[in-house]
């Protein structure tokens, strides 16, 4: 499936859009796909199966990080956003 079918559904269905993919931030603000829940890229580098999770936790759960509107880009330590 395409990147920016990826992107049509998370509009659709108001989800918010979890990636490894940099090419989001592109459909983003070249493309004008502004899903409204928000997109979260994690920059992980090297990362065991269970570590995604363990991130999305961290960010949501306990830093409680809005992402509505916004493209969030987490590292593992560093958050960074940029509201749309």
Do not use: C, W
């Not at 499936?1 to 931030?25: C, H, K, P, W």
């Not at 880009?73 to 749309?84: A, E, L, P, S, T």
């Amino acid at each position: 499936m395409s990147d920016r079918s990826v992107m049509q559904i998370a509009e659709t269905e108001q989800r918010t859009l979890f990636t490894f993919d940099r090419d989001y931030g592109k459909l983003i603000y070249k493309f004008n796909y502004k899903p409204f829940k928000g997109v979260i890229y994690l920059l992980l580098e090297k990362y065991h199966p269970e570590d995604p999770a363990m991130h999305v936790h961290q960010l949501l759960s306990v830093l409680k990080i809005e992402t509505e509107r916004s493209l969030t880009v987490y590292d593992g330590i560093n958050v960074r956003q940029r509201k749309y």
